[in-house]
């Protein structure tokens, strides 16, 4: 494969960002020719990292061009698309809503959907939107496909006019059919669960969720770059493409609708924004997670404290480094990669995304965030 990745030179763009209105620090290391090694190890098209480092950015940088095959070089406020990464967004979402009395944690699913309780399979109507969020409902897993959902079904829910409509038929078509596991026995990975979590919300709130993400998150935050679906648009190359492995080479994908989840599937993983903004929202939590939001409260994010390997959006882990209790979380639409490291105890955290998903890409990843750990965390490992 042709040797097409580009160092940009960005000190131009981190000179702006000091004028941006969130923490940063001073000055903002340059982290491109850092990413080249793994850049080419992966013969990625592109890669982006962000640092935070004491409650602000310490260091950011990309490498690599948007598109295989275009010399379009990417740059650090291009959008790349979060995929799973999402989740943590939309649990958010829901803490913010809870804070303000629009519904409780211990909402049940006949609380939201009562005209649905008696389709409902019998292990559901006490299932709360906690369990939901936390991977505890024992709903249908929906990560490869969208089982149990059929062709037809996914025709007639894409032929409903509105976002509501269509998560409520999602939430009664799942809720009709029975649990993958007896839930609230144990963790089990499910976008279903985001998908019925978001349509509770959208019954308490009376708006749709990409509504009120924009509302309660991208707005207050200033991520003006956030949205749904594919970075860019078709014909064009002003944002990154995604890109698949196939026959040995990085085939990329035009930023259409059909490539990406569907729309539905949006509170679980479709969101897409630049490192930078995504930052914004980690910032965000960093602050709460002490105390220090104005916004978001402490108390709220209780749920990451209790005892548990999953919750709010987040896989939890000890880690020496982090001063403990750590977050992460992994995304993809199987044609993007996005990988986030968090500690709060350090205000620290690290963000990587690539426009590309295949072989190898996880692993490289979450090499990529051990570098910035070693190298920003003294004693890291």
């Known amino acids: 494969m042709p040797l097409l990745f580009f160092r940009f030179g960005i000190g131009l763009t981190l000179l702006c960002l000091l004028t941006l209105p969130f923490a940063m620090a001073a000055p903002v290391e340059d982290l491109s020719s ?33 598109k295989v095959g275009d010399p379009a070089r990417a740059r650090l406020e291009d959008t790349f698309h979060l995929g799973s990464c999402t ?18 944690w211990e909402t049940t699913l006949a609380d939201s959907f009562p005209e649905l309780e008696e389709q409902m399979h019998p292990a559901y109507p ?27 079904d ?8 509105s976002l509501r409509e269509q998560r409520e038929r999602v939430c009664q078509l799942v809720l009709s059919t029975s649990p993958e596991v007896e839930p609230g026995t144990k963790v089990h990975y499910s976008n279903g669960g985001y998908i019925v979590g978001a349509a509770v919300l959208e019954r308490a709130t009376g708006q749709d969720w990409e509504t009120l993400m924009r509302r309660y998150l991208f707005d207050p935050l200033g991520m003006a770059s956030a949205g749904f ?27 259409e609708p059909a ?16 490192v930078l903004d995504w ?20 108390e709220s994010l209780a749920p990451l404290w209790r005892d548990s390997d999953y919750a709010l959006g987040w896989m939890i882990q000890e880690r020496a480094w ?57 004693n890291g490992e």
């Open 34 to 66: 850092d990413l080249l090694p793994f850049l080419e190890e992966g013969q990625l098209p592109a890669l982006a990292v962000v640092v935070i480092g004491d409650g602000a950015i310490q260091a950011a940088g990309v490498a690599g061009v948007r």
């Open 87 to 104: 989740k943590a967004m939309t649990a958010t979402l829901a803490c913010l809503l809870v804070q303000e009395g629009k519904l409780r």
């Open 126 to 152: 006490d299932v709360t939107l906690q369990a939901c969020l936390d991977h505890r409902a024992g709903l249908p897993a929906m990560t490869n496909g969208c089982a149990p959902l059929t062709a037809e």
């Open 154 to 161: 996914l025709a007639t829910v894409a032929a409903l006019p």
């Open 229 to 255: 679906g594919p970075m860019g648009q078709p014909g064009a190359v002003h944002a990154p493409w995604q890109h698949v492995w196939r026959d040995g080479a990085w085939l990329p994908l035009s930023p």
């Open 259 to 274: 490539h990406d989840n569907p729309v539905f599937m949006g509170p679980a993983g479709r969101v897409h924004c630049s």
């Open 279 to 298: 930052s914004r929202y980690i910032l965000f939590l960093l602050r709460a997670c002490r105390g220090e939001d104005g916004v978001l409260r402490a």
């Open 322 to 378: 982090g001063g403990g209790r750590v977050f992460s979380h992994a995304g993809t639409n199987n044609q993007n990669f996005a990988l986030v490291w968090m500690a709060p105890r350090k205000q620290f955290a690290v963000l990587v995304a690539t426009n590309a998903m295949g072989p190898g890409i996880e692993a490289l990843c979450d090499r990529v965030c051990a570098a910035m750990i070693q190298r920003f965390i003294q």
